[in-house]
């Protein structure tokens, strides 16, 4: 391993602008609990700053040359945590089996979520230093946190201490996650149902400022997109679908920086996703959350920090043990 990147990484956690605003746990700065059916697992701020002191650092270095390599990887990984966080229990990661059926291949999730290889080179070399020791779960955790500030965004201290699932379940995939065409309610619901609340929604709905989204998901704001979309925008968006395996940006604007344009874009009428767009739509308290993120990108930073906090401490009743490998169970020995 290259040292270097330590040095890096610290320097970059002492003076960073982004990582001098780290947002903390707003019960205890140390330690949290993530509920397993009533249960409670302690998820702490330096779980491993014993057992595996470089590991921060090797993520971090592995993150920074993927996003150097490709700036879309940033919106990759970052969703790659989200699509896990109905569990965070780095279900997402697990190859099919002949006898289960992953969440790969779940329609949310089919020739859409990217980076697998990045976080199997990871766990490589977190492998290599601190064998068995960090979760597959916990990297998903902090790559998130490290493509948001290698892109421009807030940072915060990542809870740590996750178990990886045993299983993974194509159906919870497909029931969880939210549909791109979800109205607010049915956002809303999802969240609800795991303890996040309509701010949470908010903000955690502006990861949608960086990354990509195939016509596909779209479609309904290509066919007439509603009452609230702009027509220059509808129009630009006809032009570039010419098949829907086209890719467009989520934020045609900055769309590799994490920023509040997002917020804008949905005020505008140009937020590309129906669930996007649906933000604005009805909920007087939803639509000033995304004025107040439009008009001052700190305090969707702060909140967005706060919200990934909450989210991450999310945990599947079927974690329990730490993957050697990220795509498979661990083999029981006789």
């Not at 859409?112 to 601190?130: M, P, Q």
């Not at 159906?171 to 309610?185: E, V």
């Amino acid at each position: 391993m290259d040292f270097t990147y330590i040095a890096a990484f610290v320097w970059l956690m002492m003076f960073s602008p982004a990582f001098g605003s780290t947002i903390p746990n707003s019960t205890n700065p140390n330690q949290a609990e993530a509920c397993v059916n009533g249960g409670a697992i302690s998820l702490t701020f330096d779980f491993y700053l014993s057992s595996c002191p470089e590991a921060e650092a090797i993520v971090f270095a592995w993150v920074e040359k993927a996003v150097s390599d490709d700036p879309r990887m940033a919106a990759s990984l970052l969703r790659l945590h989200f699509h896990d966080c109905f569990g965070c229990d780095a279900s997402v990661l697990l190859d099919d089996t002949a006898s289960m059926a992953g969440e790969k291949s779940a329609a949310p999730n089919a020739n859409s979520l990217r980076g697998f290889e990045v976080i199997d080179a990871i766990k490589a070399e977190v492998e290599y230093f601190c064998p068995q020791t960090v979760s597959c779960a916990d990297i998903l955790a902090i790559a998130a946190r490290d493509a948001v500030v290698l892109s421009g965004g807030p940072a915060w201290e990542v809870e740590m201490g996750r178990k990886d699932s045993v299983i993974a379940s194509k159906a919870a995939a497909n029931n969880n996650i939210p549909s791109p065409n979800s109205d607010l309610p049915t956002l809303l619901s999802k969240f609800q149902a795991l303890g996040l609340s309509l701010q949470d929604l908010l903000a955690l709905s502006g990861a949608h400022t960086m990354g990509k989204a195939r016509c596909s998901t779209f479609s309904a704001r290509l066919n007439g997109g509603g009452p609230d979309i702009n027509l220059e925008f509808l129009q630009s968006l006809q032009q570039l679908c010419a098949t829907n395996t086209t890719l467009a940006d989520l934020d045609r604007a900055t769309p590799s920086t994490f920023d509040n344009r997002y917020f804008t874009n949905i005020l505008s009428g140009e937020g590309l996703l129906p669930s996007d767009q649906a933000l604005v739509g009805g909920v007087d308290e939803a639509r000033a959350l995304v004025h107040s993120y439009a008009l001052d990108a700190r305090v969707f930073f702060r909140d967005f920090a706060k919200s990934m906090i909450v989210m991450g401490g999310l945990q599947s009743p079927a974690a329990g043990e730490i993957r050697r490998n990220c795509r498979a169970v661990n083999q029981v020995l006789p």
